[in-house]
C-alpha cells in the first residue's frame, strides 16, 4: 500500500457535512445518518459508507478497552481514539464524546476539556450528557466557539444515578423532565441532541419542540437521524446489547454461546 492511499478521500461527489446541511437535512426530511467510530479504519468504512456523522463514542470504553461502563475511559484516551478517526474520516462531521468527569466540575473545566479535544484532535464538536448542570456547560462551550451536541435519555456515564441501563421517560415525571432538558439544551446552542433509550410516545411528543436535529438511538423512528455503535452493527462486541440495537452481522459469539463472564 502507497503512503498515498492512506490518506482518507472524501467520497466522491458527496460534500462535506456541515452544521447547516444538518440543519437542512432535518427541514428536507433527509434522515440523518450517525455511526461511532474508534480507529483509522473504522473512519474509513464509516467514510466509504457515506454516513453523514461519526462520532467517537465513550463506548470506546467498553467495546474497544473492555471495561463493564463507559465511566473509566479517560480523556489522553479519548483524544488518541479521535485523533486516528480524524486521519481516516474526510466527508463527515466528526463528534467527540467529552468522557465522564472531564466536564461536569465547572464551565472552566467543560471549556478547557473541549479546547483540548479540538486543538488536538481536529473534531468538528464535542458531546455531553445529560441536562441539568450539563446545560450550563453546553453554553459555555458554546460560549467559547466550539459546537455541542447534546445527550438525553439513557446517559450511561450516570447509569448508576438513573437506575442503570432503563429506558427512560416512562412516567409523565419523568417524560416531562426529559423534554425540558432538551428544550433546555437547544436553547443552550446545542446543534443536535441525542436521544437515547426513550418511548416512541414520548420522543413523538418533544419533537415538535425541536427545531435542532434530533438523533435516535432506542428512541423510535420519528427523530431526525438515527445513530448506532460501529461494534453493535458488525456484532464483533459480545458484552451486553440492549434490545433495540440493530445487528447487519454477528461476527463474534454471543455472550450466550461462550458462558456469561
Ligand atoms: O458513546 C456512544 O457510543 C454514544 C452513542 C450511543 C450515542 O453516546
Redesign the pocket.
Known amino acids: 500500500m502507497s503512503a498515498g492511499s492512506l490518506s482518507p478521500a472524501a467520497t466522491p461527489g458527496r460534500p462535506r457535512t456541515t452544521f447547516a446541511s444538518l440543519s437542512a437535512q432535518k427541514a428536507n426530511g433527509e434522515p440523518i445518518a450517525m455511526v ?1 467510530a474508534y480507529d483509522y479504519p473504522s473512519a474509513q468504512v464509516a467514510e466509504a459508507a457515506g454516513v453523514d456523522v461519526v ?1 467517537v ?3 470506546a470504553a467498553m467495546t474497544v478497552l473492555g471495561h463493564e461502563s ?1 465511566v473509566p475511559v479517560t480523556v489522553e484516551e479519548m483524544l488518541m481514539l479521535t485523533s486516528a478517526v480524524r486521519r481516516g474520516l474526510t466527508t463527515p462531521l466528526l463528534v467527540a ?1 467529552l468522557p465522564f468527569g472531564s466536564y461536569e466540575g465547572s464551565d472552566e473545566l467543560a471549556v478547557a476539556t473541549a479546547q483540548r479535544f479540538i486543538k488536538t484532535t481536529g473534531c468538528d464538536a464535542v ?1 455531553i450528557e445529560r441536562g441539568g448542570s450539563s446545560v450550563d456547560r453546553a453554553r459555555a462551550i458554546i460560549g467559547a466557539g466550539i459546537p455541542v451536541m447534546g ?1 438525553v435519555g439513557l446517559t ?1 456515564q450516570t447509569a448508576a444515578t438513573i437506575g442503570g441501563y432503563r429506558a427512560q421517560g416512562r412516567t409523565a415525571e419523568e417524560a416531562l423532565a426529559l423534554c425540558e432538558s432538551a428544550i433546555a439544551l437547544q436553547d443552550a446552542g446545542c446543534f443536535a441532541i ?1 436521544f ?1 433509550a426513550i418511548p416512541t410516545a414520548v420522543t413523538d411528543a418533544v419533537m415538535p419542540l425541536l427545531s435542532v436535529p434530533v438523533i435516535g ?1 432506542g428512541a423510535g423512528p420519528g427523530t431526525d437521524g438515527q ?1 448506532l ?1 460501529f461494534h453493535d452493527i458488525l456484532g464483533i462486541y459480545d458484552g451486553h446489547a440492549a434490545r433495540f440495537v440493530k445487528r447487519y452481522a454477528q461476527r463474534a459469539p454471543r455472550l450466550e454461546e461462550r458462558g456469561a463472564r
Open positions: 461511532t462520532l463514542g465513550d463506548s463507559t464524546d458531546k445527550h450511561p441525542v437515547e438511538i445513530v455503535v
